[in-house]
C-alpha cells in the first residue's frame, strides 16, 4: 500500500508572530517499490515533508495516510509507523551513541521487545546490507570507523527496523568521493531487493542515475511531480528556481547549442556516449 499526502500543509509556530509557513497545498502518493528522488533548493521544505512519512512531523492541515492508517487519527499508534517508514537524517552518524557497532544497530529491535536471539540475527543482516563484516566491526567502536562507515552503520539501525519504507535525506552529505559513491551503491542494491526508497538529494548527477521519478519542490509546494528524464527537460524552470540539471545533460544542450544533432534527454555517461557515437557514425555515413 502506498503513503499518500493529501493537500498537506505544515506550519512552524502557528499563531504566533514567528509564524513560518514550511508546506502548503502538497499532494503526494509513493507506491511500493518506486525510487523517487526528491530535490529543491535549500529552504524549499524538503525536510519537512521527509518528517511528515513517518510521523515526526504531523500536518497542520490535510492528510497522511501511510499504509491505511491515518497519522494524525486518534490512537495511532506512531512506534507501527516508524517501523515501516525508517528515516535516514542527514549526518546520521551524529546519532550514534553506544558503545559497540552491534548495540548501536540493536537499539531499535531492543525497543521492540525482540528476544535476544532474534536481535542477533537483524544486527547481521543489516550489517551484510551495508556490505560491514558482522564479525569484524560487531565489537568495535562506532566513534573510531571512518566517515563512510559511520554512515553505513547508522544506516544499518534503520534497516534493523526492517522498513517497507526508506526515506534518506542528503545520505552522501560530507562524504568523500569514494565513501559518497559506496553509500549510492548500496542505496541502490537496497531498492533492487524490493525497497522502497525516497532519496532527497541537492546532486543532480545522483537522482539522474538512481531515481526512476523526480519530485521538485519549490516555495513549500511540489512545482514537477515527473519521471526523472521528463523533469529535466524543464532546463530553464529548474534555473529560474536555483536548481541545476544533471552534468553529462547540460553537455548534451551545449552540443545542440553548437548544431550537433544531439538528444537532450540524456541523464548518465554511458546514454551521452552511445548518443554521440551515434551522431558521429551517422555523419561519417553521409560525409
Not at 546520521?92 to 544497530?105: A, M, N
Amino acid at each position: 500500500m502506498p503513503i499518500i499526502l493529501e493537500n498537506v500543509a505544515h506550519l512552524y509556530q502557528p499563531g504566533s508572530s514567528y509564524e513560518v509557513k514550511a508546506l502548503q497545498e502538497i499532494n503526494l502518493v509513493i507506491k511500493e517499490g518506486e525510487f523517487v528522488g526528491l530535490i529543491g533548493h535549500t529552504g524549499s521544505g524538503k525536510s519537512t515533508l521527509v518528517q511528515h512519512l513517518n510521523g515526526l512531523l504531523k500536518p497542520t492541515k490535510g492528510k497522511v495516510i501511510v499504509d491505511d492508517c491515518q497519522i494524525s487519527a486518534k490512537k495511532v499508534n506512531l512506534k507501527e509507523i516508524r517501523k515501516k517508514v525508517g528515516l535516514v537524517f542527514q549526518y546520521p552518524e551524529h546519532q550514534l551513541f553506544e558503545e559497540t557497532v552491534f548495540e548501536d544497530i540493536a537499539f531499535g529491535p531492543k525497543n521492540l521487545g525482540l528476544p535476544p536471539e532474534q536481535i542477533e540475527k537483524r544486527v547481521k543482516k543489516a550489517l551484510e546490507m551495508v556490505h560491514l563484516d558482522y564479525e569484524k566491526y560487531q565489537a568495535a567502536s562506532p566513534f573510531l570507523l571512518s566517515g563512510g562507515e559511520k554512515r553505513r552503520v547508522a544506516i544499518a539501525g534503520v534497516l534493523a527496523m526492517e522498513p517497507k519504507y526508506l526515506i534518506l535525506d542528503e545520505p552522501t552529505a560530507g562524504l568523500d568521493p569514494r565513501g559518497r559513491d559506496e553509500i549510492l551503491e548500496q542505496i541502490k542494491e537496497l531498492h533492487q531487493q524490493g525497497m522502497t526508497v525516497v532519496l532527497v538529494s541537492h546532486s543532480m548527477d545522483d537522482v539522474a542515475r538512481l531515481t526512476q521519478r523526480l519530485v521538485v519542490m519549490h516555495r513549500n509546494t511540489i512545482v514537477f511531480d515527473e519521471e526523472t528524464r521528463k523533469v529535466f527537460s524543464h532546463y530553464e524552470s529548474l534555473q529560474e528556481m536555483g536548481l541545476d540539471i544533471p552534468t553529462v545533460t547540460k553537455l548534451m544542450f551545449r552540443l545542440k547549442g553548437k548544431g550537433w544533432l544531439v538528444r537532450q534527454d540524456v541523464l548518465t555517461v554511458e546514454e551521452a556516449k552511445k548518443e554521440i557515437l551515434q551522431v558521429l557514425k551517422e555523419a561519417r555515413n553521409h560525409a
